[in-house]
């Protein structure tokens, strides 16, 4: 092993250089970013954070090439909810903190997918799987697969050491509400979106509704920022989380 295979600009799993931090050149990078939220100063984020209680936790496994995307919906989640984990994925190699927290008996992981191919479908459970798991005094773990489309097929087949979990496909009406990226169909929820829902058919009302508001400040925090225009009235969201924070 040469002394570049164990910088940590590299995957420890394959030596390749990790993308470096600052490589995403979206349209704004020159704008000045808070070092809070990483939004535009103009329409930070920060004054909204608020953090909710939930019974279900929500564990992240991100892309490598999703983590400093400034448009990323995960890391919203973490803002709210305290208990979240965020794992950076790797074909070769599973996190050891995340494979050690799939074997403690204290939580109900399901990894969140859609049930659209025969092959695992004896895996497949529902929402009432997750109630269950609650009445039994388990923690609900929702494993949101952090990446495009692609990505996410890719690391739900590639990744050994989430076979013998049960898969719970996330079924909504819900359409799309994110304007940061153009989704192949308004049914294709962003990240932050995948977990509101999840939170609120696991009877988590509460933090559902404050992930949803933040998410919604987000959303219109940063798409205001891309032409460079401030809000100078609060919408109906940043005054809930306000009154929130205020109580
Ligand atoms: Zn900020």
């Not at 954070?49 to 019974?55: D, F, G, I, L, T």
């Not at 009406?173 to 994110?178: D, I, K, S, V």
Request: net charge positive; aromatic share 10%.
């Amino acid at each position: 092993m040469s002394a570049s295979d164990t910088s940590p600009e590299c995957d420890p799993a394959t030596g390749h250089p990790r993308p470096p931090r600052r490589e995403f050149k979206a349209r704004g990078s020159f704008v000045i970013r808070c070092e809070g939220c990483n939004l535009p100063k103009l329409n930070c984020l920060c004054p909204y954070q608020v953090k909710a209680e939930s019974h279900a936790q929500v564990w992240l496994l991100t892309h490598p090439l999703e983590h400093y995307k400034p448009t990323n919906t995960g890391r919203l989640i973490g803002d709210v909810l305290a208990q979240t984990q965020v794992f950076t994925w790797y074909r070769t190699a599973p996190d050891a903190q995340l494979t050690a927290l799939l074997a403690d008996p204290r939580y109900a992981p399901f990894v969140i997918f859609p049930d659209d191919q025969p092959d695992y479908a004896d895996r497949v459970v529902g929402m009432d799987a997750v109630h269950s798991a609650k009445r039994e005094s388990r923690i609900p773990v929702f494993i949101i697969l952090d990446g495009t489309w692609r990505q996410a097929r890719r690391m739900f087949r590639k990744s050994a050491y989430l076979d013998g979990l049960p898969v719970l496909p996330l079924r909504t009406e819900r359409e799309t509400r994110y304007r940061l990226r153009k989704p192949a169909s308004k049914a294709h929820l962003c990240t932050a979106e995948v977990a509101i829902e999840l939170l609120r058919q696991g009877g988590d009302d509460n933090a559902a509704a404050v992930l949803d508001d933040y998410f919604d400040v987000f959303n219109d925090s940063y798409a205001a920022s891309r032409f460079y225009k401030k809000i100078a009235e609060p919408t109906e969201a940043m005054t809930r989380l306000l009154a929130r924070q205020a109580d």
